[in-house]
């Protein structure tokens, strides 16, 4: 059996158990008593072999400051659970079972028990032991298709029964997949580009480095890059970080990252852009898809104030529109590059076309744009195939920015790669994902990336291309009579007539405007202290292809052709 095949027999026994709530929940609520039931279940599972030890350690430790180390060196995990029961132990008493649970439950340590409370899960308790299904639904747990042992299922495994369950459980809830985790294969190819010729960690011995996603979700980015590095290189250590504002999707993260044995203290709840829980800190990688179209307004305040202290703190460059928050994200993660001199970091962030254009020259978005080209931050940008994520069938392109470009072949220069194309329809749509990206299309944008050469889907441009100076034109203000009118002996601008234009920054201005401007309007001139520069990346206009229209015999031939049909069906339909 496939792995995708295990993944969807697991998911839907543990599913099925879903069963037992009906009457009790709504369909669109069982997800919030599955999943956590499945964490929970899992970590049983893991702790089993070494529940016996860890109770008889527990009983001359307990008293003391350093419990957690005595007790984790016994279970190899991060985490440990010190109460008597196990699910198994709590269906052999049923009329206790509400009591006996909430010991359970109580019995793990600090960081699972952080999860729980993340969950919501101890109202769900009281719920299902007033409607008297409690017992029914733990015990369905301890069934043979929620055997849940790393023995049966690894942790990658598990990483995807998640994944499935909470898709199937935003379906029933009418709620966009998408907002909870990215298709595996767009993450695959964010991570070859993300660790692309880096030779260090790829093939260096006993290696560490860390990974950052300020939107981590679920988890998932972080999860392919680790496994990722592992199938490369076993004796790399990749440190993983993360903060997620749901908390339903942060205690999913951070179970995964103790299941996985990786410190989970590293996941870290609440609003990235209000209330970052890494200040001051610098990765080696980030990598993360924010929200589109997500406004910040709540985070307004906090946001601009930190905006007032320019590069020293994250939003230096410029404000977006507060309307859309994915710059901030972008701001957030460059703010988060190591320096240089520190070896530098490599961003792979997804995005909407709105940041490649949005707003003019002097606006906070054309600031980012400017701030990140004239730094020389921009390595690439990725147009994806529409229709791959499940939330949405718009165009979504991934940013690649590097500050380690110096004295290399991309240093002053930005590659844009057309990967639109590059897709193999899905026999079933799932919510808006209708297209696939497939393996071998992932191997081809990962060379063409990596070759830096221009072809059919790769442009390579100098930063300055994108950039434009915005002129404004202005014209003599007249009176009725046609006459100039004068203040203190000069020229008025009449503000009816003010016009502006967009001169490229390798042209010269005044050139321009002879050739451009005056032969239409030999009266004007330009107010050079209103000039501003701007940036812009117009990507679809760079791979256009021009298709000519049909000839008109053409298609008065399938005019004609369609007539004659018509006609013919008509005749029938008269005849009978």
Same mark, same amino acid.
């Given at each position: 059996?496939?792995?995708?095949?295990? @993944?969807?027999?697991?998911?839907?026994?543990?599913?099925?158990? &879903?069963?037992?709530?009906?009457?009790?929940? /709504?369909?669109?609520?069982?997800?919030? *008593?599955?999943?956590?039931?499945?964490?929970?279940?899992?970590?049983?599972? @893991?702790?089993?072999?070494?529940?016996?030890?860890?109770?008889?350690?527990?009983?001359?430790?307990?008293?003391?400051?350093? /419990?957690?180390?005595?007790?984790?060196?016994?279970?190899?995990?991060?985490?440990?659970?010190?109460?008597?029961?196990?699910?198994?132990?709590?269906?052999?008493?049923?009329?206790?079972?509400?009591?006996?649970?909430?010991?359970?439950?109580?019995?793990?340590?600090?960081?699972? +028990?952080?999860?729980?409370?993340?969950?919501?899960?101890?109202?769900?308790?009281?719920?299902?032991?007033?409607?008297?299904?409690?017992?029914?639904?733990?015990?369905?747990?301890?069934?043979?298709?929620?055997?849940?042992?790393?023995?049966?299922?690894?942790?990658?495994?598990?990483?995807?029964?998640?994944?499935?369950?909470?898709? #199937?459980?935003?379906?029933?809830?009418?709620?966009?997949?998408?907002?909870?985790?990215?298709?595996?294969?767009?993450?695959? %190819?964010?991570?070859?580009?993300?660790?692309?010729?880096?030779?260090?960690?790829?093939?260096?011995?006993?290696?560490?480095?860390?990974?950052?996603?300020?939107?981590?979700?679920?988890?998932?980015?972080?999860? *392919?890059?680790?496994?990722?590095?592992?199938?490369?290189?076993?004796?790399?250590?990749?440190?993983?970080?993360?903060?997620?504002?749901?908390?339903?999707?942060?205690?999913?993260?951070? &179970?995964?990252?103790?299941?996985?044995?990786?410190?989970?203290?590293?996941?870290?709840?609440?609003?990235?852009?209000?209330?970052?829980?890494?200040?001051?800190? #610098?990765?080696?990688?980030?990598?993360?898809?924010?929200?589109?179209?997500?406004?910040?307004?709540?985070?307004?305040?906090? *946001?601009?104030?930190?905006?007032?202290?320019?590069? &020293?703190?994250?939003?230096?460059?410029?404000?977006?529109?507060?309307?859309? =928050?994915?710059?901030?994200?972008?701001?957030?993660?460059?703010?988060?590059?190591?320096?240089?001199?520190?070896?530098?970091?490599?961003?792979?962030?997804?995005?909407?076309?709105?940041?490649?254009?949005?707003?003019?020259?002097? =606006?906070?978005?054309?600031?980012?744009?400017?701030?990140?080209?004239?730094?020389?931050?921009?390595?690439?940008?990725?147009?994806?195939?529409?229709?791959?994520?499940?939330?949405?069938?718009?165009?979504?392109?991934?940013?690649?920015?590097?500050?380690?470009?110096?004295?290399?072949?991309?240093?002053?220069?930005?590659?844009?790669?057309?990967?639109?194309?590059?897709?193999? /329809?899905?026999?079933?749509?799932?919510?808006?994902?209708?297209?696939?990206?497939?393996?071998?299309?992932?191997?081809?944008?990962?060379?063409?990336?990596?070759?830096? +050469?221009?072809?059919?889907?790769?442009?390579?441009?100098?930063?300055?291309?994108?950039?434009?100076?915005?002129?404004?034109?202005?014209?003599? %203000? #007249?009176?009725?009579?046609?006459?100039?009118?004068?203040?203190?002996?000069?020229?008025?601008?009449?503000?009816?007539?003010?016009?502006?234009?967009? *001169?490229?920054?390798?042209?010269?201005?005044?050139?321009?405007?002879?050739?451009?401007?005056?032969?239409?309007?030999?009266?004007?001139?330009?107010?050079?202290?209103?000039?501003?520069?701007?940036?812009?990346?117009?990507?679809?206009?760079?791979?256009?292809?021009?298709?000519?229209?049909?000839?008109?015999?053409?298609?008065?031939?399938?005019?004609?052709?369609?007539?004659?049909?018509?006609?013919?069906?008509?005749?029938?339909?008269?005849?009978?």
């Amino acid at each position: 059996m496939s792995l995708s095949s295990r @993944i969807n027999e697991k998911a839907s026994l543990i599913w099925a158990i &879903a069963d037992k709530l009906t009457g009790v929940y /709504k369909p669109h609520e069982y997800g919030e *008593v599955i999943l956590p039931l499945t964490v929970i279940r899992r970590f049983d599972c @893991i702790l089993r072999d070494t529940k016996d030890a860890v109770l008889e350690k527990y009983a001359s430790v307990k008293n003391i400051a350093m /419990k957690d180390v005595f007790l984790t060196n016994l279970t190899g995990y991060t985490f440990y659970n010190t109460s008597k029961y196990t699910f198994e132990k709590l269906v052999d008493d049923p009329d206790n079972i509400e009591r006996n649970f909430l010991d359970y439950l109580n019995g793990f340590s600090e960081n699972v +028990r952080d999860i729980i409370e993340k969950f919501k899960f101890e109202g769900h308790i009281a719920t299902m032991a007033n409607k008297g299904i409690l017992y029914m639904v733990i015990k369905e747990f301890t069934t043979e298709k929620a055997n849940l042992h790393p023995d049966l299922i690894s942790n990658l495994e598990m990483g995807y029964i998640f994944e499935e369950i909470i898709r #199937r459980f935003s379906e029933a809830h009418n709620e966009d997949a998408g907002q909870h985790y990215t298709p595996r294969e767009v993450i695959k %190819l964010m991570v070859n580009i993300l660790f692309h010729d880096d030779n260090d960690i790829l093939s260096g011995t006993n290696v560490v480095r860390t990974i950052y996603d300020p939107a981590c979700g679920t988890g998932g980015m972080l999860t *392919v890059a680790e496994e990722y590095l592992y199938a490369h290189n076993d004796t790399t250590k990749l440190m993983a970080f993360g903060q997620e504002i749901n908390d339903q999707t942060f205690a999913i993260c951070k &179970a995964d990252m103790l299941i996985k044995g990786n410190d989970a203290s590293f996941i870290k709840s609440g609003n990235t852009l209000s209330d970052d829980q890494f200040e001051g800190q #610098r990765f080696d990688y980030i990598i993360s898809n924010p929200p589109f179209g997500r406004e910040w307004k709540n985070e307004k305040t906090a *946001v601009e104030k930190e905006a007032k202290k320019g590069f &020293a703190g994250r939003f230096g460059a410029g404000l977006p529109a507060a309307s859309d =928050s994915q710059m901030l994200f972008l701001l957030n993660a460059i703010a988060k590059m190591k320096e240089p001199k520190d070896g530098g970091s490599r961003i792979a962030i997804i995005h909407n076309g709105s940041p490649l254009f949005t707003g003019d020259a002097g =606006s906070g978005p054309s600031e980012i744009r400017k701030y990140i080209l004239e730094k020389d931050l921009l390595e690439a940008i990725i147009a994806l195939p529409n229709d791959i994520f499940y939330n949405t069938g718009i165009a979504t392109y991934i940013w690649v920015l590097s500050n380690k470009k110096a004295g290399t072949k991309r240093e002053g220069k930005v590659q844009l790669i057309n990967a639109n194309g590059l897709f193999e /329809k899905r026999r079933k749509a799932l919510g808006n994902k209708r297209n696939d990206i497939p393996k071998e299309a992932i191997e081809e944008i990962t060379q063409i990336y990596g070759d830096f +050469r221009e072809g059919k889907i790769s442009k390579i441009f100098e930063n300055e291309d994108f950039g434009y100076t915005k002129i404004t034109v202005e014209r003599p %203000l #007249r009176d009725e009579k046609g006459e100039l009118i004068l203040k203190n002996g000069k020229k008025q601008a009449d503000s009816s007539l003010r016009d502006t234009e967009s *001169v490229p920054l390798k042209e010269n201005i005044k050139e321009y405007f002879k050739r451009e401007v005056l032969p239409f309007v030999e009266d004007a001139w330009i107010d050079d202290k209103k000039s501003k520069v701007g940036y812009e990346i117009p990507f679809t206009r760079y791979f256009y292809e021009y298709v000519a229209p049909r000839s008109s015999a053409e298609i008065m031939a399938e005019i004609m052709e369609l007539e004659l049909e018509l006609s013919g069906s008509l005749e029938e339909v008269f005849n009978q």
